[in-house]
């Protein structure tokens, strides 16, 4: 099985992805993440750490050639969910020529409608955990004590703003891209993560099955 989640900064790809991964027994490969730990790691260019920071998007290559090396590891290859790749029809284009590579395919592209009003007031409140990469809304879902918590440089509200933007900009291609392939199924992604994670779940054509 392998899923795309598309949507805009705040609208819980993270949040969802563990969700659904958990239910599916796949990996969550999360470009974000990815050039999260490489920032930590001190491995990330300073030119692409700078972008990340002030909420632009990095070069497709950069960003692909992650996706290769990733989806190439052994616990793939019984499918795998990707969060914030693809996001331009580039790096589509390029996910597709991997896939028939391999021999598979997408399966469904998940795209979570939430309005902007909401998306700032989430990610101005979103907490990470450190150590588990649990994510919390300081607000919707507290944080245990004791969590070691991590506030996003781009989640500072002039980031956000440009990342909702770039957002826009960047589905106005994209989404008719896979509309036109037959495989964009929208949800609405207002309401608890769990009654989201049930629409995905219908969306799939898989109604109340994983776990509940
Ligand atoms: P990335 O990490 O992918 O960030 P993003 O797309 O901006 O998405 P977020 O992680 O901000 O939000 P989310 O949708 O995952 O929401 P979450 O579940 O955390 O990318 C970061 C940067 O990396 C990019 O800006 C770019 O620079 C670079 N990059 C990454 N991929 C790239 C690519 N392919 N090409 C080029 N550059 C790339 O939820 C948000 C908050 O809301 C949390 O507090 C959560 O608790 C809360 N919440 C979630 N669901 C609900 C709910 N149902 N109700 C109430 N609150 C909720």
């Given at each position: ?23 599916f ?6 470009t ?15 030119r ?7 909420g ?25 969910l990707?969060?914030?790749?693809p996001r331009?029809?580039p790096?589509?284009?390029?996910l ?6 391999q021999?598979?395919?997408?399966e469904?592209?998940?795209q ?8 700032e007031?989430?990610?101005?409140h979103r907490r990470t955990?450190k150590?588990s990469g649990?994510?919390?809304?300081l607000?919707y ?9 991590e506030?996003?440089?781009?989640d500072?509200?002039e ?6 933007d770039?957002?826009e900009a960047?589905?106005?291609?994209l989404?008719?891209f ?6 964009l ?5 207002v309401g ?21």
């Amino acid at each position: 099985m392998i899923l795309v989640l598309v949507g805009p900064p705040g609208a819980g790809k993270g949040t969802q992805a563990k969700l659904l991964c958990a239910r599916f027994g796949i990996p969550q490969i999360s470009t974000g993440d990815m050039l999260r730990e490489a920032k930590r790691s001190g491995t990330l260019e300073k030119r692409y750490l700078d972008i990340m920071d002030s909420g632009g998007l990095l070069p497709d290559e950069a960003v692909i050639g992650l996706i290769d090396r990733r989806t190439a590891e052994p616990d793939c290859r019984g499918g795998f969910l990707l969060d914030g790749f693809p996001r331009t029809v580039p790096q589509a284009d390029a996910l597709d020529a991997l896939l028939v590579g391999q021999g598979s395919g997408i399966e469904a592209v998940i795209q979570l409608d939430v309005p902007r009003s909401l998306l700032e007031e989430r990610l101005i409140h979103r907490r990470t955990d450190k150590r588990s990469g649990q994510i919390y809304h300081l607000v919707y879902n507290p944080p245990p004590p004791g969590a070691e918590l991590e506030h996003r440089a781009d989640d500072r509200p002039e980031a956000v703003g440009k990342r909702l933007d770039a957002y826009e900009a960047m589905t106005a291609a994209l989404l008719p891209f896979y509309e036109q392939k037959g495989l964009l199924r929208r949800v609405d992604g207002v309401g608890t993560p769990e009654e989201v994670t049930q629409r995905v779940m219908s969306a799939l054509g898989r109604p109340g099955s994983g776990g509940e």
